[in-house]
């Protein structure tokens, strides 16, 4: 393999200076510390840091013995490895949050004083809809008609628990009614005319 193939800049990363990288090669295991939280991932492509540019290069090497299929699907994998190393120092260095508006007569959401992390939603249905949410993300309602999702879990989790609330009272396509993620715009359908 040519070393131009090896290496090649969409496969490069910049670490930020205030993240710090371990990377045992061993075990093929690197970590990440932040100044709240450290993440690991498992690869399965050899990495090369270089501390003094502070950047880490996703290699065509494979980490162990794998199979002819896997070897077809290189560029696949090392892809695949910069996006998860990306999305972790995204996590790391940002709060990760998600607004939802309540679109209709009556919609509203309120925290259950009882138990924490625990919403309930009057959504236009005979019964009220209780939902809990992650311990490892934090909620806020602004006026009963917004809430606002955020925490330093994973952007998998936070977007998992925003569509499971959204999920709820899907935004309906002749008024608009319903939750709506924030920005979210519904081209609404024109009704039978009489």
């Known amino acids: 393999m040519s070393?131009?193939?090896?290496?090649?800049?969409?496969?490069t990363i910049k670490i930020p200076k205030n993240i710090k990288v371990l990377y045992c090669d061993k075990k093929n295991l690197i970590t990440f510390i932040g100044s709240s939280q450290i993440k690991s991932l498992k690869v399965q492509v050899k990495l090369f840091l270089s501390s003094d540019l502070n950047m880490i290069m996703v290699t065509s090497i494979?980490?162990?013995?794998?199979?002819?299929?896997?070897?077809?699907?290189?560029?696949?994998l090392q892809g695949t490895t910069v996006a998860k190393i990306k999305q972790i120092l995204i996590e790391i260095t940002y709060t990760l949050y998600h607004k939802l508006n309540l679109v209709g007569v009556g919609y509203r959401v309120f925290p259950y004083e009882q138990l924490?992390?625990?919403?309930?939603?009057?959504?236009?249905?005979?019964?009220?809809?209780?939902f809990r949410v992650?311990?490892?993300?934090?909620?806020?309602?602004?006026?009963?008609?917004?809430?606002?999702?955020f925490g330093v879990s994973s952007f998998n989790i936070l977007t998992q628990t925003a569509a499971r609330i959204r999920a709820f009272k899907?935004?309906?396509?002749?008024?608009?009614k319903g939750i709506l993620y924030d920005q979210e715009k519904i081209i609404l359908k024109k009704g039978k005319k009489v």
Not at 3 to 11: D, F, Q, T, V
Not at 116 to 130: A, D, E, I, M, R
């Open 62 to 76: 494979f980490a162990s013995k794998t199979s002819a299929t896997t070897i077809k699907n290189i560029t696949k």
């Open 3 to 11: 070393n131009a193939n090896i290496l090649k800049k969409k496969h």
């Open 116 to 130: 924490n992390n625990q919403l309930y939603f009057k959504l236009g249905l005979s019964h009220l809809t209780y």
């Open 170 to 176: 899907k935004p309906e396509p002749y008024k608009g």
């Open 134 to 149: 992650p311990s490892s993300l934090n909620t806020h309602c602004q006026k009963f008609t917004k809430l606002f999702i």
